[in-house]
């Protein structure tokens, strides 16, 4: 019998509460081992919901895991995770990979060399019905171009994902990296990106694919609860076709993460679709249009 991947989870918030911790003790060829968080108290919580071992020193966290899976702000995550390959930890990412193009570099040259697995938890990209939609599309070809639109909610007052890192680096760092890995995955990779703020966090990109198609994408997290809204669609010869992008049960695209992740560090195999690489492409494109956000600065 195989043995289970020893996971350690990172984070205690609202996400490692409703997706990491169920999806890591519900997910076949997984042991939800061990939890490590800042506050010792929401660590010690956790890991008794579970039963499993809570821990406030990284070093005896890591000691005692195969894995570990993330729900911390990306600037947390990327030196953790650094720290974590190095000492052979194979890698479950939240997106972004990290905020600074460093600290991205840095995490993704750790896990090269230390030939650990990793996947990025772009959800829709671990959704059955995203998946056949990918399938679908891409065979069809022909796409002339995409558009995204997402406006989320997340800063209103009293929404649960209303968190510091958000609120500093708004839509296109938290929704940006979906939109991104979705447009790449169906029109092909992303040549350049040009970027302009509205309002709050608004950002409007467009996207030069490697073929020559374009797309565009609109994101926010300031958007009135009445006009919360995700919408992605590509256009073409073949006419228009809408992407499944809702997640309404996040923790089933997590198992399916975590599975494929588990496999390919049991196989030694260490590329993935979605792994550190591509969430260092994907965070590429994000920093080149916050350079230019920065440059051009909402009048
Ligand atoms: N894939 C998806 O669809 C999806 C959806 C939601 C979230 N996410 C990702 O999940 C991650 C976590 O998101 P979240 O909503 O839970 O909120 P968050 O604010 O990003 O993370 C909350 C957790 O991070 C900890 N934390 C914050 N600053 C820290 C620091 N300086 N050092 C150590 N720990 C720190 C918090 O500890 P305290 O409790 O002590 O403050 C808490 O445990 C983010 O990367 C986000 O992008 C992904």
């Given at each position: ?6 996971f350690?989870l ?5 996400w490692a509460?409703i997706t990491h911790a169920p999806a890591l003790a519900s997910t076949?060829?997984v042991?939800f ?36 899976a993330f729900a ?20 479950l990412l939240e ?24 996947v990025v938890f772009f959800t829709a990209r671990f959704q ?119 997640a309404?049960q996040p923790v089933i695209p997590l198992r399916t993460a975590l599975t494929e992740l588990a ?11 979605c ?25």
């Amino acid at each position: 019998m195989t043995r289970s991947l020893r996971f350690g989870l990172v984070g205690t918030g609202h996400w490692a509460r409703i997706t990491h911790a169920p999806a890591l003790a519900s997910t076949d060829g997984v042991e939800f081992a061990a939890v490590w968080g800042r506050n010792a108290g929401a660590a010690a919580g956790l890991a008794a919901s579970y039963g499993v071992t809570a821990h406030h020193d990284l070093a005896a966290f890591l000691a005692g895991v195969d894995a570990v899976a993330f729900a911390v702000p990306p600037d947390v995550q990327a030196p953790i995770a650094t720290r974590a390959a190095r000492a052979g930890k194979h890698l479950l990412l939240e997106k972004p990979i990290a905020i600074s193009a460093a600290d991205a570099d840095a995490l993704a040259s750790a896990v090269e060399q230390a030939r650990v697995a990793s996947v990025v938890f772009f959800t829709a990209r671990f959704q059955a019905d995203t998946r056949a939609w990918l399938a679908e599309v891409t065979a069809t070809g022909g796409w002339a171009g995409g558009a995204a639109v997402w406006l989320g909610t997340a800063l209103q007052a009293g929404n649960p994902f209303n968190t510091p890192w958000r609120r500093d680096r708004g839509g296109l760092w938290d929704l940006g990296p979906h939109v991104i890995s979705l447009l790449w995955a169906s029109l092909g990779p992303v040549r350049s990106v040009t970027a302009r703020a509205g309002r709050a966090d608004i950002t409007h990109l467009v996207l030069r694919h490697e073929d020559g198609a374009t797309s565009t994408a609109t994101v926010t997290l300031s958007a009135p609860s009445s006009a919360g809204h995700t919408d992605l669609y590509l256009w073409g010869q073949a006419g228009w076709s809408t992407a499944p992008v809702e997640a309404p049960q996040p923790v089933i695209p997590l198992r399916t993460a975590l599975t494929e992740l588990a496999a390919n560090a049991r196989s030694g195999q260490v590329s993935h679709p979605c792994d550190v690489q591509f969430g260092r492409a994907v965070g590429r494109v994000l920093a080149e249009a916050q350079r230019q956000i920065d440059a051009h600065p909402s009048p």
